[in-house]
C-alpha cells in the first residue's frame, strides 16, 4: 500500500475537518455576540491576551474559542504520530482504529466543552484520548527505533 492510501490519513483530515467546524461555530457564535455588545467596539479593538475580550462576552460563546484553541494543542502531537506511522508503512488496523478512536473523542470533548462544559466529563475524555494517544505514540516508537519487544 502506497502512503497517499493509508488507512490512518482518514482520521487525520477527519480531525482538520473538525478543526474546521469548530472554526466556524466558534465565529458564527462570537461575531454574533461582539456585535450585539455595546461595549464591544471592534474597529477600535486593539489585540491582547484575549482577557478583556472574554470578559465582555458569554461564557458558552468564550467556550467555542477554547475548544478551538485545544484543537491545535495535543492533536498536533496525533497529527505528526500518524504521519509518522502512515510513512513507515504502519497506518493500518490497529493504529488505524486507535486513530479514529482518538478523533472520535476529540470530537465528543470538543461537544461537551461547547456546550454543556462539564469538566468531569471533559477531562475523562481528554484523558482517554491522551491513553490512545499514547498508545499510538508508543507503536511509532517500536517502529522507528526498530524495538523488537
Excluded at 506511522?85 to 482504529?97: S, V
Excluded at 470530537?107 to 475524555?125: A, G
Aim: charged share 10%.
Amino acid at each position: 500500500m502506497d502512503i497517499a492510501h493509508s488507512p490512518i490519513l482518514q482520521p487525520v483530515v477527519a480531525l482538520a475537518i473538525w478543526t474546521m467546524i469548530m472554526w466556524c461555530w466558534m465565529y458564527g457564535t462570537r461575531i454574533p455576540a461582539m456585535s450585539r455588545n455595546p461595549k464591544i467596539d471592534a474597529a477600535n479593538l486593539v489585540g491582547t491576551t484575549g482577557a478583556s475580550l472574554r470578559a465582555e462576552l458569554p461564557e458558552k460563546v468564550s467556550w467555542k474559542a477554547d475548544n478551538y484553541n485545544h484543537l491545535h494543542e495535543a492533536p498536533t502531537v496525533f497529527y505528526a504520530i500518524a504521519l509518522v506511522l502512515a510513512i513507515t508503512g504502519y497506518g493500518d488496523g490497529m493504529n488505524a482504529l486507535l486513530a479514529w478512536i482518538y478523533v472520535g473523542l476529540r470530537v465528543m470533548h470538543s461537544l461537551v466543552q461547547s456546550t454543556s462544559n462539564r469538566v468531569l466529563v471533559r477531562f475523562v475524555l481528554f484523558a482517554l484520548s491522551s491513553i490512545v494517544l499514547m498508545a499510538m505514540i508508543f507503536h511509532a516508537a517500536i517502529v522507528t527505533f526498530d524495538i523488537h519487544l
